[in-house]
Structures are given as structure tokens and as C-alpha cells.
């Protein structure tokens, strides 16, 4: 995108994705049968957290691909219990889902260090009806998913199943192997951390759509003016290419510098859409997805600007991902 981005060759794209067959309940043939209660009722108990488990383990690590395989390896730990001991099947699969997570959360962040350019979160389009659930959206927004990278894994698993899930300290502490007391402490810390870097007032999705449809209607008239006025002066934008696909291998600061990128979107085909439980636009090429873009509204102006281009990272986009809590 002009003198703000370059392409990368040879690059990998760093999806993270390990391969996972995303067998178990959700497709044929596993191999395993769970041990004890009968496959069909244990493959009904699995199904029916399903949702909730993959919303746990893709808010903790911000990829569907990963998420799905640690769903994976959730199931296969469930094929294999015993299920006349477990007395609480969600909260057997909540707390082996979040393990599994936050073990993949720490390899994950070790790989972000050698991504190239900007890491942005796996988009997922979502239904409507996700933005009713005002937390359960604000919970997989981009804008959030960025600020839950900045947590430590653990105070990450924390908060997701505290403030989002609202599970209880003891089940927490079973989650992540600390005290109900220790956990209390992190969920304190991280509800802190996050409140300092979460927009300041909440924005409805009607006036994000409001600010979008203005923002399409400018670029794709080439009303760099109008562009300026609903763009904040120190607005961010960040593009995610992975190395696969032409990106800016920074982050473009200021309204000038952004207005500049984004002038040279005039002739992308704009579809709206509901990404991640909030108003956003997919931009196709050649019939395919090539650009999510998301933004963050505060005060009426347009403050950030996500940008995922990693074709990688664009599968989801293209059928709705069901989210829940």
C-alpha cells in the first residue's frame, strides 16, 4: 500500500494452523469412543458446549484455526473419561479446553515474534443476532482481542472466564491450577489492564454502522475531506499481509498518513458485513475475500482501523462462525 507497505516473499504467512483435522463431533469418525455412557450421549454432551467451548479458545487466542484445534484435543480427552465420575460436564470441558488453550496461547506467542508485519486476530463472521449479547460482541471484537493480547496467558484465561463467561473463582482455579484467592487477585489485575486500554464509552453497533457506511461512501468517492473530518488525528492503522500478501509491515499513525493508504481503495468492491460481532467491511477480489477491515469508534471518530489481508486468516469470512457463552 504505497510507501507505507512492501511485499514479503518466501514468506510463510504464519497462520499458526498445526494441521488439525477438526474430526470429533463435528465432522465423521473419530476413532475414539468415549469410555463409559455411550458414544451418542457423550457426543451430545460434547455438541451441545460446543459453541461455548470454541468462543473459550478463540477469545484466548484469536484464532478460529487454533481454536478448532484445541476443540480437537478437548474431544479426544472427553472420548477417553470416564463419565459416570464427571459430574458437571461443562465445566469438565471448560476447564480442559482452557488448558489446552493456554498451553497453545504460549507457543502461539512465541511464534507472533517472528510474524511478519502486524498480528491481527482471525476474523469470524458472526450473525446478527451475536451484537443482542453486548458483552458476548464486545468480548470478540477486534478492538478487544488486541487488548487481550496484552495480558499475560494466565490473566488472559482469567479474564475471559470471569468477566466474559462469568464462571466462579473455584472453577477458574481448577482452569488454570492456582488458588480461588490467587485468582481473585489476577481477575482484579487484568480487569484493571484492560480497562485502561478498552474504548473509553461503548459504541452501538448502529452508530459504528452509521460511521462505516460514511467511511465506504467517502473512499469510494475519493472525498479525502470527508475521509479527514471522521478520522481521529492520531488514528492507527494496522494491516495484516503475513508475509503472503502486499501489507504495510507497520502500523500507519495520523490522519494523513492513513487517509493516504486508504485513498487507493477507491475501486475495492465493499460488502458489509457483521465480522466478530461487530459492523465491518469485507473487501472482495476477483469474487474472493481480500481485505476484512474493522474499525474502532470513540467519540464519534474513527480511532483505529484493522486491516486482515493474510489469506490464511481469511476462510471464515465467508460463512458464519457461531459464537456463544
Keep these: ?13 504464519h497462520g499458526f494452523r498445526s494441521g488439525g483435522t477438526g474430526h470429533g463431533p463435528c465432522s465423521a469418525g473419530t476413532g475414539h469412543s468415549p469410555r463409559s455412557g455411550g458414544t451418542d450421549a457423550a ?3 460434547f455438541v451441545a ?26 474431544w479426544l480427552r472427553w472420548a477417553d473419561v ?4 464427571v459430574r458437571d460436564p461443562r465445566a469438565f470441558l471448560v476447564r480442559v479446553t482452557t488448558r489446552q488453550a493456554l498451553t497453545r496461547l504460549r507457543t502461539l506467542r512465541r511464534r507472533k515474534e517472528s510474524y511478519v508485519g502486524p498480528w491481527l486476530p482471525e476474523p469470524l463472521l458472526t450473525a446478527p443476532d451475536v451484537a443482542d449479547d453486548v458483552e458476548l460482541a464486545d468480548s470478540v471484537s477486534m478492538a478487544m482481542l488486541l487488548v487481550l493480547e ?3 496467558p494466565t490473566e488472559r484465561a482469567v479474564f475471559v472466564l470471569r468477566d466474559v463467561f462469568d464462571l466462579g473463582y473455584d472453577e477458574i482455579a481448577q482452569a488454570v491450577d492456582k488458588t480461588p484467592a490467587a485468582v481473585r487477585q489476577i481477575a482484579h489485575r487484568a480487569r484493571n489492564h484492560v480497562a485502561a486500554r478498552r474504548p473509553r464509552a461503548a459504541v452501538s453497533p448502529a452508530q459504528t454502522r452509521s460511521a462505516l457506511a460514511a467511511f465506504q461512501q467517502a473512499v469510494e468517492t475519493g472525498d479525502l475531506r470527508s475521509l479527514l ?3 481521529a488525528p492520531d488514528v492507527v492503522l494496522l494491516t495484516d499481509g503475513g508475509g503472503v500478501v502486499r501489507a504495510a509491515l507497520e502500523p500507519v499513525v495520523g490522519a494523513r498518513a492513513v487517509v493516504d493508504v486508504l485513498s487507493r481503495l477507491a475501486s475495492a468492491d465493499f460488502l458489509p458485513a457483521q465480522v466478530n460481532g461487530q459492523p465491518a467491511l469485507i473487501l472482495r477480489a476477483g469474487g474472493e475475500p481480500d481485505t476484512v ?4 469508534v470513540e467519540d464519534g471518530l474513527i480511532t483505529g482501523l484493522y486491516a486482515v489481508r493474510n489469506p490464511e486468516k481469511l476462510s471464515r469470512v465467508d460463512q458464519e462462525t457461531a459464537v456463544a457463552r
Design 43 to 45: 457426543t451430545e454432551a
Design 1 to 13: 500500500m504505497g510507501e507505507h507497505t512492501e511485499r514479503v516473499t518466501g514468506g510463510t504467512g
Design 229 to 231: 473530518d471522521m478520522i
Design 82 to 85: 470416564d463419565h459416570g465420575t
Design 49 to 74: 458446549h460446543r459453541n461455548l467451548l470454541f468462543t473459550v479458545a478463540y477469545e484466548m487466542l484469536g484464532s478460529a484455526a487454533d481454536a478448532e484445534d484445541v476443540l480437537q484435543e478437548t
Design 150 to 152: 496484552t495480558l499475560t
Design 293 to 296: 477491515l474493522a474499525v474502532r
